[in-house]
């Protein structure tokens, strides 16, 4: 198993850093792809959740 090595200062200054995991973001969105997927995911489960909440 490799280890994780941390991104030098200099490396990161100019990239945007991802909204989900706050990690530098090498995509053009901004958003690693994977995380924009997680977030969708949670964000659907949390409409379905609402959707079949019972209101009284």
């Given at each position: 198993?490799?280890?994780?090595?941390?991104?030098?200062?200099?490396?990161?200054?100019g990239?945007?850093?991802?909204?989900?995991?706050?990690?530098?973001?090498?995509?053009?969105?901004?958003?690693?792809?994977?995380?924009?997927?997680r977030?969708?995911?949670?964000?659907?489960?949390?409409?379905?959740?609402?959707?079949?909440?019972?209101?009284g």
């Amino acid at each position: 198993m490799s280890i994780k090595k941390p991104i030098p200062e200099r490396e990161v200054r100019g990239r945007r850093l991802c909204p989900v995991c706050k990690q530098p973001s090498y995509s053009a969105s901004g958003t690693h792809p994977q995380c924009m997927q997680r977030n969708n995911d949670i964000l659907a489960k949390k409409a379905a959740a609402l959707l079949l909440a019972p209101t009284g």
